[in-house]
């Protein structure tokens, strides 16, 4: 008999606390599969702390892996549920898809940032929910303090240095707290040169700060966001935000570049698609956490509406302390409806107070309804933030202690960009990436250009392309540069259909020899050819220069004592199309004159034409790449026949080569070694020999 497969769907508080409860109560007789986007369960209270350099990421990521015994982790993302067919569809971080099928499912997949529709908020917001939105808040934060303190223009140093936080819950209210001691201590150290100090602001339509809490811990918060500086606005908000600043329902503008969003939170978009009953987007469970009339489904956390017994007709807050209880009540419900273990029973809480670290010494709590300020809250909140973490203890322990003793480092690592956290996403702890199906194009939310988006935007789908090196301009058909000519979406080459027409094509300048055209050389009217009457004299000729290789004149290249021709051992490489690395004029660039249509040379009788190049021709430089098509038929429209020489694509005339080498020839002498000749005329490319 296989043993029963219980699936849970997030690894949040819930789902942590209910995959660590099951794996101690199961004992083997269950597999118990946890399926998440990442391989860490995020402490969400000390997120604060990482944003104002105290903690590093990994103190507030507990291993899930490590800390989670006979629990396999699947990573991915729940995008589809089928309950008839009892199976969860998943797609993984590298895009692959897959399906897991199950006797319990327990729905635990959180929450997500609340949006409000508020015009600019989600191109121009970011939300703090996740610890990639941590990390970019605390580089670009340090980035405006710096730039600011570069700044000559006093209107724009002021602009950096304002900071909006909107929402005055425990989120908001913390990093405006901890946002405004970091940023001073950055200019306490770089003084800058107008003066000014940073400003946070916290704005909130509620009457007072900490709304969820006792009036007089709120009033304790409000007086020490005040003694620092913050500028504390109730029943106030965001009408409009923009690229430049914000506008307030008060009719305020507010420059600024960084506009933090803390409303709220949402209930993850997943549950909404099951079309089961639902209160205010969460799942309607019983008092024992479980999907009236499916008996298979379980729900907890933020996306169940849970009943409060202690306070009949409502339903338990989206809080940490809530979901965390939830998760063990609900793990022994599983167990116990597969008799493997565990007791039903319905979820009962009893208020325990909560916490409000507000940085430094200071805090605001109510521990089992006792309400405390000062350093002695600071202790209690720090005190109860060691108890509730399930790992990393001693290094967060020692991170407090080295904040206390030494200075922070402010520094941007830039590892996470803007358009990496959107405000707008159903995965607020994954940072999107270039490549990924989300990623969103410049414009949407989360793309470059919004408040605080001063770094260069980097290469997405359907933005402006990255610049290859700081200050340089991208080369023409580079990859996200501009379209080379003669490419899709670049200027047509000349006497391609739309460019502009070549010289001897209708509608274009008439070629030389052509009517209407200057006259050719040897023509009448032309200038003499030499070796024609008036003319200079050909090499060779009486009166003329000697010709290489005759009596009197220079030897020919590859005769004793002349220069070695190119391609031969010991003399000059042989020139490569235009166009290419080495090649003598090239400038990244391809000549665009079309080849039919090019004016060819005239050669004197007994000379040849110089072979074009080798049968294997070196690959073409990323600068100009141009595919290949099936039959020897290049994009461009140009055809070869099989077996003929591929046609130069010089600007002009080759240079007259001479006359050919006798037959008679002496091969190289022992003392030249044949092989490959190191390239004198640019870089090497593949296939120089």
């Not at 500028?231 to 965001?238: E, H, I, K, L, Y």
């Not at 610049?467 to 080369?475: D, L, N, Q, T, V």
Request: charged content about 25%; proline content about 12%; hydrophobic content about 30%.
């Amino acid at each position: 008999m296989s043993r029963p497969r219980i699936v849970i769907v997030g690894a949040g508080f819930a789902g942590y606390r209910t995959a660590r409860t099951l794996s101690r109560l199961t004992r083997h007789q269950a597999d118990i599969v946890l399926l998440n986007p990442t391989d860490y369960f995020l402490y969400l209270p000390l997120l604060p702390q990482v944003a104002a350099g105290i903690l590093e990421p990994r103190r507030v990521s507990v291993s899930l892996s490590g800390t989670l015994p006979r629990v396999r982790l699947v990573l991915g993302e729940a995008d589809g549920i089928d309950l008839d067919g009892r199976t969860v569809h998943y797609t993984d971080p590298e895009g692959g898809e897959g399906t897991l099928r199950y006797d319990r499912l327990v729905l635990a997949a959180g929450s997500v940032n609340k949006l409000l529709p508020i015009p600019g908020v989600a191109e121009h917001a970011h939300g703090f929910r996740g610890l990639p939105e941590a990390l970019y808040l605390r580089d670009h934060v340090t980035r405006q303090v710096e730039l600011a303190a570069a700044a000559d223009d006093r209107a724009e140093c002021a602009a950096r240095c304002t900071f909006v936080v909107v929402g005055a819950g425990y989120t908001g209210t913390e990093v405006a707290a901890h946002g405004q001691m970091y940023t001073d201590a950055q200019v306490r150290r770089h003084p800058m040169r107008t003066g000014m100090r940073p400003r946070w602001m916290l704005l909130d339509v509620a009457e007072r700060v900490l709304p969820e809490m006792d009036e007089r811990l709120s009033r304790t918060a409000e007086r020490v966001l005040r003694q620092r500086g913050v500028d504390v606005r109730m029943g106030t908000s965001v009408k409009e935000a923009t690229h430049d600043g914000v506008l307030l329902t008060d009719g305020t503008t507010v420059d600024t570049r960084t506009l933090v969003w803390c409303v709220g939170v949402r209930p993850d978009p997943l549950v909404e698609s099951l079309g089961l009953p639902m209160e205010r987007g969460r799942l309607l469970v019983d008092p024992h956490l479980q999907v009236p009339g499916r008996p298979e489904l379980f729900a907890c956390g933020d996306v169940a509406a849970v009943p409060d017994l202690t306070k009949p007709g409502q339903y338990t807050p989206m809080t940490a302390q809530h979901a965390w209880r939830h998760g063990k009540v609900c793990a022994e419900n599983v167990a116990a409806s597969l008799g493997i273990g565990g007791q039903r029973r319905a979820y009962r809480h009893r208020d325990m107070g909560f916490v409000v670290d507000l940085g430094g010494a200071k805090a605001a709590a109510n521990p089992l309804g006792v309400p405390m300020s000062g350093p002695a809250a600071g202790a209690v909140t720090r005190g109860y933030h060691l108890a509730a973490m399930p790992g990393n203890r001693v290094r967060v322990a020692a991170d407090w202690l080295l904040d206390a003793v030494l200075p922070r480092q402010a520094v941007q690592l830039g590892l996470v960009r803007s358009w990496s956290v959107p405000l707008e996403s159903a995965s607020p702890e994954v940072a999107r990436v270039p490549g990924r199906p989300d990623a969103g194009p410049a414009g949407s939310a989360g793309s470059a250009g919004g408040p605080g988006r001063t770094e260069p935007a980097e290469r997405r789908q359907g933005g402006e392309p990255a610049k290859a090196r700081p200050g340089e301009e991208p080369a023409k058909s580079q990859p996200d540069g501009e379209s080379a000519r003669s490419q899709p979406g670049g200027e047509p080459a000349k006497g391609q259909p739309g460019g502009e027409p070549a010289k001897g094509q209708p509608g274009g300048e008439p070629a030389k020899g052509q009517p209407g055209g200057e006259p050719a050389k040897g023509q009448p009217g032309g200038e003499p050819a030499k070796g024609q009457p008036g003319g200079e004299p050909a090499k060779g000729q009486p009166g003329g220069e000697p010709a290489k290789g005759q009596p009197g004149g220079e030897p020919a290249k590859g005769q004793p004592g002349g220069e070695p021709a190119k391609a031969q051992p010991g003399g000059e490489p042989a020139r490569k199309h235009p166009g290419r690395p080495g090649a003598d004029g090239a400038s990244g660039k391809r000549h665009r004159t079309s080849e039919s249509t090019r004016p060819r040379p005239a050669h004197a009788p007994g000379t040849s034409r110089k072979a074009a190049e080798p049968s294997a021709a070196p690959k073409p430089s990323t600068g100009a790449r141009r595919s290949e098509a099936p039959g020897g038929t290049r994009s461009s429209g140009r055809t070869r026949s099989p077996g003929a020489p591929a046609p130069t694509r010089s600007a002009g005339p080759p240079a007259d080569p001479g006359p050919e080498p006798p037959p008679n020839q002496p091969p190289p002498g022992p003392d030249i070694a044949p092989g490959p000749v190191k390239r004198t005329d640019g870089p090497a490319v593949e296939g120089d020999s």
